[in-house]
């Protein structure tokens, strides 16, 4: 099976069901906050890792042999798929005023990272790729710059609110 099929259903989460809740959603998750000194790296590693983990996996294919590894990737990556739905609904429904928590974002500042994380850490396992694992770590290590970035934003947007919130909240599980 085609690599490119495991893309699908992150593509149609991600922008499909977006779109379908709330259009400005789309361009609230896509906004980036101003970057700083080693973030502005870390932005550009973040996007080239990025499309090079959605380019790679158009030249792999999945090992459907039904080993033990077939199946915890594949345990993985629908559990990447339903923490990314979970957390695009949730984040479709921001709170009123403040920063988002609601859902998952009661239990992981940043549940939506974490489903990326986890999505393609199973697609990795499925298509039995080193390369496309290292991409996804390297993803997630620029991703961690980006995070800290967007808490500075959200501190200067929602100040004190925010704080309780990290407080009450881990930034990731």
């Known amino acids: 099976m085609h690599g490119f099929l495991l893309l699908i259903p992150f593509l149609l ?11 400005s959603a789309i361009k609230r998750a896509a906004h980036f ?12 590693i973040y996007q080239l890792s990025n499309t090079a983990i959605i380019v790679y996996l158009c030249f792999l294919s999945i090992a459907v042999d039904f080993s033990p590894q077939f199946y915890i ?13 979970v957390s695009m609904i949730n984040f479709a429904a921001p709170s009123n005023g403040g920063p988002h928590s609601n859902g998952l ?45 967007e808490e500075r934003w959200c501190l200067e ?11 009450r909240v881990r930034r990731y599980i």
Not at 13 to 23: E, H, T, Y
């Open 13 to 23: 989460i991600r922008f499909g069901l977006l779109s379908v809740l709330d259009k």
């Open 157 to 167: 947007q929602f100040g004190q609110t925010y704080r309780q919130y990290m407080n």
């Open 73 to 85: 990737g594949l345990v993985i990556y629908i559990l990447g798929c339903l923490l990314c739905t």
């Open 33 to 44: 906050p101003p970057m700083m000194g080693k973030e502005r790296g870390a932005y550009w």
């Open 105 to 149: 974002y009661q239990c992981s500042r940043n549940p939506m990272y974490v489903s990326y994380l986890i999505y393609f850490a199973g697609c990795a396992l499925l298509t039995r790729s080193w390369l496309l694992g290292g991409f996804v770590l390297i993803f997630q290590i620029a991703s961690h710059w980006i995070i800290l970035a």
